[in-house]
């Protein structure tokens, strides 16, 4: 990631666990803020989905890294699209309420 560097590679790692970190620990306050029903179904999909969006940013720009620019764009492009469509489901399926 960053070439010839002995200190910027481990920072950036550190830095992006502690935002998941915080993101996670986080999303129980922010669900009850915005007034959500949330049961253990519920937090599943939102992690399975969470996961999903992860892999499809890591897995593009992963390909970015190897030069595979093409293969990078029609991945985040098919599996971005999917994690949008699939994140508005989520939405809509966690603001539901009877």
């Known amino acids: 990631m960053f070439p010839h560097a002995t200190?910027?590679?481990p920072l950036?790692?550190?830095v992006m666990g502690l935002l998941y970190a915080?993101?996670?620990l986080g999303a129980r306050i922010w669900f009850k803020d915005?007034?959500?029903q949330m049961n253990w179904w519920k937090w599943f999909?939102?992690?399975c989905w969470f996961i999903f969006l992860s892999v499809t940013i890591a897995g593009g720009f992963t390909l970015f890294g190897e030069n595979e620019m093409k293969a990078g764009y029609y991945f985040l492009g098919l599996f971005g699209m999917i994690s949008v469509i699939s994140g508005v489901g989520?939405?809509?399926l966690l603001?539901?309420?009877k």
Request: net charge positive; aromatic share 24%; charged share 10%.
């Open 45 to 47: 999909i939102t992690a």
């Open 22 to 24: 915080l993101l996670i």
């Open 12 to 14: 950036f790692w550190i």
């Open 95 to 97: 603001s539901y309420k």
């Open 7 to 9: 200190i910027l590679g």
């Open 90 to 92: 989520v939405w809509r």
């Open 34 to 36: 915005l007034g959500y």
